[in-house]
């Protein structure tokens, strides 16, 4: 079993940055891809990035050159550096990291006032 633990959430001004942390219980170089997630009110869950085991990473084309996926394996965390955030971006954001099975952290909310 693992565990995901999002971290970094939270109320910030358009235009502001903040930056989504998910910390796993094990080591992620068990894991095949790891993502970013995030879901509005009404909305379906979307894939904001993705980084695979090789370091390839993808982008919505909505965040394409505002956010940044990486990750440190020495910490056993991905995170997300978003920048210039825009009240469209306020959603719950979720990590996944995918091996035989996915596996969901528990989600933090981002708030993007205008």
């Known amino acids: 079993q693992v565990q995901l633990v999002e971290s970094g959430g939270g109320l910030v001004q358009a235009g502001g940055s903040l930056r989504l942390s998910c910390a796993a219980s094990?080591?992620?170089?068990?894991?095949?891809?790891m993502g970013w997630y995030r879901q509005a009110p009404g909305n379906q869950r979307e894939l904001v990035a993705h980084?695979?085991?090789?370091?390839?990473?993808n982008y919505a084309d909505s965040v394409k050159g505002r956010f940044t996926i990486s990750r440190d394996n020495a910490k056993n965390t991905v995170y997300l550096q978003m920048n210039s955030l825009k009240p469209e971006d306020t959603a719950v954001y979720y990590c996944?990291?995918?091996?035989?099975?996915?596996?969901w952290g528990q989600g933090t909310q981002v708030t993007v006032s205008s």
């Open positions: 996944k990291f995918r091996t035989s099975r996915d596996y």
């Open positions: 094990r080591s992620i170089f068990s894991f095949n891809a």
């Open positions: 980084i695979t085991s090789g370091g390839s990473t």
